[in-house]
């Protein structure tokens, strides 16, 4: 008997922008608006986020302040556009803090003896081997991605801590401060190395196919098996994305500091997760935008910049970034019962 196979247009789902099936009940319109809400919800928040915080920081839209905002933030976006990935194809990675303590640490040691260049390019190799680990534990050897990111974060920060010796790596080397604080036409080369970031991660997501296979797998795994996707490749692939993401973010982050040091990925996980969360990317997977994440990148950074401004305890800051990731979740809960038919409790 040969296996049924599941046609390609089925799995995969429709293209940025097409229309879509027609509604057949007021209950598909109520549905179609609330994901319309899912989807641009974020940026009406953004919008009043960004009016309360100059309301409560009359400074905050000024030139500087945005700059500040887009390149402290820089390497946490780096780091979510990868998450992104991963997480619209259904799994997440909760070893980043410590692949961007790896790669901070190995990007400054080499930086020492050779070539930024070179340090850089291996430090990226890193990174893509680090995320391989994670990917073939998860596909060939069938570990729940929590369990399988949560020991390889355990394992790639305590072996920064080895190659460092629990010490920073001080690099006072011509060019090593360039990435992380220097200005590339008044702009800060970190914000155009996010911005590229941005492009290329959004292009390959809605306008590829490897990127229209990350929506399969991430909306129905069998289906998107059936249909001939290689689901297993297709999710190793994100999460090279978000290794080398971390390990860029490494290297931006050792750059900015002038050291290369093992704790500066350690509050770096929740901060992505909620990234991408609060920009509509789904927790279950199949669903989700490089832009959206784009979006929630600013909502934190507005968030924290406001905490800092005003001299708020980091506690309340904490509290804040809580709060509104338990928000974004249970939106797309909620949004997700209504497309399925369901009340809500």
């Known amino acids: 008997m040969t296996e049924p196979r599941v046609e390609l247009a089925q799995a995969l789902p429709p293209a940025a922008g097409s229309p879509g099936p027609p509604s057949r009940s007021p ?22 986020l960004v009016a309360l915080a100059q309301i409560v920081y009359p400074g ?17 976006g780096l780091i979510a556009v990868g998450m992104t990935f991963a997480m619209i194809c259904g799994g997440f990675d909760l070893s980043v ?32 081997a680090l995320g391989l680990v994670n990917g073939a534990l998860v ?4 570990i729940n991605p929590f369990i399988a990111t949560l020991a390889t974060a355990s394992v790639y920060s305590g072996a920064a801590y080895l190659l460092s010796d629990s ?3 001080v690099v006072d080397k011509p060019g090593f401060l360039k990435l992380g604080q220097g200005d590339l036409a008044g702009v800060p080369t970190a914000v155009w190395i996010l911005l590229v970031a941005f492009v290329v991660g959004g292009l390959v997501l809605s306008g590829t196919v490897y990127g229209h296979c990350v929506y399969a797998v991430g909306g129905n795994k069998e289906a998107a098996r059936l249909a001939g996707i290689r689901v297993d490749l297709v999710q190793v692939v994100s999460y090279v994305a978000v290794g080398v993401m971390a390990a860029l973010a490494g290297i931006l982050l050792s750059s900015r500091l002038g050291v290369g040091q093992a704790d500066v990925g350690s509050d770096m996980t929740l901060d992505v997760i909620t990234i991408v969360v609060i920009g509509g990317t789904s ?23 406001v905490a800092d401004s005003k001299g708020w305890n980091g506690s309340l800051e904490n509290i804040l970034k809580g709060c509104v990731l338990l928000a974004a979740v249970g939106l797309d809960v909620f949004v997700r019962r209504l497309r399925n038919g369901r009340r809500t409790p």
């Open 139 to 142: 596909t060939r050897f069938g």
């Open 27 to 48: 209950a598909g319109t109520g549905r179609s608006a609330w994901s319309l809400v899912s989807r641009l919800g974020t940026v009406w928040f953004l919008v009043l």
């Open 97 to 128: 803090g410590g692949t961007v303590a790896m790669s901070s640490v190995v990007f400054a040691k080499l930086s020492l003896t050779g070539p930024l260049w070179q340090a850089a390019a291996v430090t990226l190799l890193l990174g893509l």
């Open 283 to 305: 927790l279950f997977g199949g669903e989700g935008a490089v832009w959206r994440t784009a979006v929630g990148l600013l909502l934190l950074g507005v968030i924290v910049n």
């Open 60 to 76: 905050f839209t000024q030139s500087g302040n945005l700059r500040n905002i887009l390149s402290q933030n820089a390497p946490l």
């Open 167 to 169: 010490q920073p790596i």
